[in-house]
């Protein structure tokens, strides 16, 4: 049978409990849907410009004016996610979703005239990274980006330009490329090699025109260790 003491024990255990229940589920982020449905909105018209050449609803413009509309875009665009930066940090899973997270990071990723906000963006995702709240592949490519944007190498290899007289992908200037395989598989990337090829075969078919013009009907691919 249990004593007074016991009792008042047992009582003030389950309060400093409910207690404790109650402030976590306070500090919870809620769920930001009207963000989450702007930055889809954005991330659309993002897209659109930063495709490699316009779409129908815009292939009236030159390539001169069609130049200005893609800088518009992203200029617009990064003064819109300096806003929410600044309110909210880099926008996790929990506030707006794994897509709405992606749409930030994706649009952040063409803010380079602006390398010094990416930077603040990567200090912060990597934040949410570590508590499983952003996806470690995006983090990678950003961090790669801003080290291209900065003057340094990149790390992930996530960067490519393309030999133009053979159709192959290779990486922009990469830090130590005898590991980036390692690197990559921490960060949940696939080996360096298939990304490649896999860039160099979507290269080839957006540019298949210009590249039948050359003589050439197949990319050039690189070779895949097991």
Known sequence: ???NLQILFIAILLAACTE??????????????????????MAEIDQIAAGPVPNDRYQH????????????V??????????????HGFPGYDLVGKKGSMNFW?????????????????RKMKVEVDRGNADPSYYAMLVDRVNLNT????IYGTQVTYRANICQAYPKPLANPETVNERRK????????????????MHFMINKDFFSQKGITEPTLHEVRE
């Open 1 to 3: 049978m249990k004593t």
């Open 20 to 41: 404790k229940n109650t402030l976590t589920q306070s500090t919870q982020i809620p769920f930001n849907q009207d963000l989450a449905d702007d930055l889809a909105r």
């Open 61 to 72: 413009l030159t390539q001169e004016e069609w130049k200005v509309f893609e800088d518009s």
């Open 74 to 87: 992203f200029a617009t665009h990064a003064k819109a996610l300096e806003k929410i930066f600044k309110q």
């Open 106 to 122: 994706l649009m952040a990723q063409h803010a380079d005239h602006n390398p010094k906000f990416q930077n603040r963006v990567l």
């Open 151 to 154: 003057g340094k190498q990149q």
């Open 186 to 201: 921490s960060v949940g990337l696939e080996p360096i090699e298939k990304y490649l090829n896999e860039m160099t075969e």
